[in-house]
């Protein structure tokens, strides 16, 4: 007779139900919008502090530009990158920090972010980060969705949403959430991407600076009175 397992660890439990209550409510977000691992990385990079609709307009012209290879990104002249970038925002600071990630790039892993997927994951990670302007939410996402590593995205969604159901304390920092997560739950990449684009998802449609608990998916899973905001 088949038996399905339930995990021992309470709150991995609660954490898969969340999960599933998520994906039930919004479906699967299909993260991240990027035709390639690279593009991915220059998103990352680009979306800091700026809205998405910049962003996807800077790709698109890097794209035109045939400038999405660590090669094609490092073959341009930093003016004509900084012109390219500009609906991003801040546009001299991050086509600097796009050269610098294509010249790590293609010293340190050939040009190919396919070589990421097989890099010992500790010092992949220190390396991105001491990149300018790479801080862990840049580096995590670059792990996470260009190279298919388990890190978890801890961002301020996801620490709003568990601080307020009491699963972390509402002062945890970027990198006790993320060692939380990545300590609650299975280590599979596909999991890691999914739930933190629904709690973006949630994050964004209820569990906002002040929280829409009536409706929202996970207000089954709150202890106590709804928190006000
Ligand atoms: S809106 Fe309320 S129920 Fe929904 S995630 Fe936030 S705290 Fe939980």
Redesign the pocket.
């Known amino acids: 007779m088949g038996v399905l397992k339930t995990p021992r660890d309470p709150v991995k439990r609660r954490l898969l139900r969340l999960h599933v209550a998520l994906l039930a409510r919004f479906g699967p977000q299909g993260w991240w919008p990027a035709r390639s691992p690279f593009e991915v990385a220059v998103g990352a990079i680009l979306t800091q502090h700026t809205a998405w609709t910049g962003v996807e307009r800077a790709v698109a012209n890097l794209r035109s530009a045939r400038a999405l290879t660590a090669a094609g990104l490092a073959a341009l002249s930093a003016p004509r990158l900084q012109r390219l970038v500009r609906p991003a925002g801040t546009y001299r600071l991050k086509a600097r920090r796009l050269r610098h990630f294509a010249a790590w790039l293609l010293a340190s892993h050939g040009g190919r972010m396919a070589a990421l997927e097989g890099a010992p994951l500790a010092g992949l990670r220190r390396e991105l980060l001491a990149l300018p302007g790479i801080g862990p939410e840049t580096a995590d996402s670059i792990l996470l969705y260009g190279a298919g590593r388990p890190v978890f995205v801890a961002d301020a969604y996801s620490r709003?949403?568990l601080a307020?159901?009491r699963l972390v304390p509402p002062e945890a920092g970027y990198e006790d959430l993320r060692r939380f997560l990545e300590a609650h739950l299975p280590g599979d990449p596909r999991l890691f991407n999914e739930l933190h684009a629904l709690l973006v998802a949630?994050g964004k449609s209820?569990?906002r600076a002040r929280?829409?608990?009536d409706g929202?998916p996970?207000?089954g899973?709150?202890r106590g009175r709804?928190?006000r905001g």
């Open positions: 709003r949403v307020r159901h949630v209820h569990c929280p829409r608990c929202c996970l207000r899973d709150l709804p928190p």
